[in-house]
Antibody, heavy 118, light 114 residues
Framework: EVQLVESGGGLVKPGGSLRLSCAAS????????MNWVRQAPGKGLEWVSS????????YYADSVKGRFTISRDNAKNSLYMQMNSLRAEDTAVYYCARSLAILPCDYWGQGTLVTVSS | DIVMTQSPDSLAVSLGERATINCKSSQSVLYSSNNKSHLAWYQQKPGQPPKLLIY???TRESGVPDRFSGSGSGTDFTLTISSLQAEDVAVYYCQQYYSTPPYTFGQGTKLEIK
């Protein structure tokens, strides 16, 4: 069974940092592109970042470029997002999701809530 | 970036009736190399992550009931639920995954029972 379990969310002050993790199981992690998608409270979905299977290709939304860093460890079946210089508008549930080649995300985790507030 | 616009923002349909949600992209998401529109539909119920329903604009994901269908090509797309069931109450999103990111979503359409 495919499982994606996010962790690392919490309450952080503006300007602070947080590191999200996503533990994957039930599939060959190293074969998949991994993604972070977020959803602000009561709002829609926003794609945040993607990393290819071998980390050769990395993309960011303009809203997080220069502040967030996506990475993965295929030996540990894990995806990460280092979030620096956090702002109130980064408050959201952060989902990790897998995708294959030129297909959309087919499995999503349950998400982890990040709250940026003083 | 490609902008995705859904209509309507909300929709109320009687049980057993047809529900139709539209999605328009600001540029074509038809990929010439495979002649497929890179457009997906997701369903999100409260407190849950999104669930993939449709990809390539019209291909149903495994396990998705056949009352859900997708159509369209290029810039204009439609998600149809042929006979609305109570469990279909949710917010529905379209997303383009054309070429390289950003892979933008529509703003969502909230579907309720009339």
């Amino acid at each position: 069974e495919v499982q994606l379990v996010e962790s690392g969310g919490g309450l952080v002050k503006p300007g602070g940092s947080l590191r999200l993790s996503c533990a994957a199981s039930g599939f060959t992690f190293s074969s998949y592109t991994m993604n972070w998608v977020r959803q602000a409270p009561g709002k829609g979905l926003e794609w945040v970042s993607s990393i290819s299977s071998s980390s050769s290709y990395i993309y960011y939304a303009d809203s997080v470029k220069g502040r967030f860093t996506i990475s993965r460890d295929n030996a540990k079946n894990s995806l990460y997002m280092q979030m620096n210089s956090l702002r109130a508008e980064d408050t959201a549930v952060y989902y990790c999701a897998r995708s294959l080649a030129i297909l959309p995300c087919d499995y999503w985790g349950q998400g982890t809530l990040v709250t940026v507030s003083s | 970036d490609i902008v995705m616009t859904q209509s309507p923002d909300s929709l109320a349909v009687s049980l057993g009736e047809r529900a139709t949600i539209n999605c328009k992209s600001s540029q074509s998401v038809l990929y010439s190399s495979n002649n497929k529109s890179h457009l997906a539909w997701y369903q999100q119920k409260p407190g849950q992550p999104p669930k993939l329903l449709i990809y390539w604009a019209s291909t149903r994901e495994s396990g998705v009931p056949d009352r859900f269908s997708g159509s369209g090509s290029g810039t204009d797309f439609t998600l149809t639920i042929s006979s609305l069931q109570a469990e279909d109450v949710a917010v529905y999103y379209c997303q383009q995954y054309y070429s390289t990111p950003p892979y933008t979503f529509g703003q969502g359409t909230k579907l309720e029972i009339k």
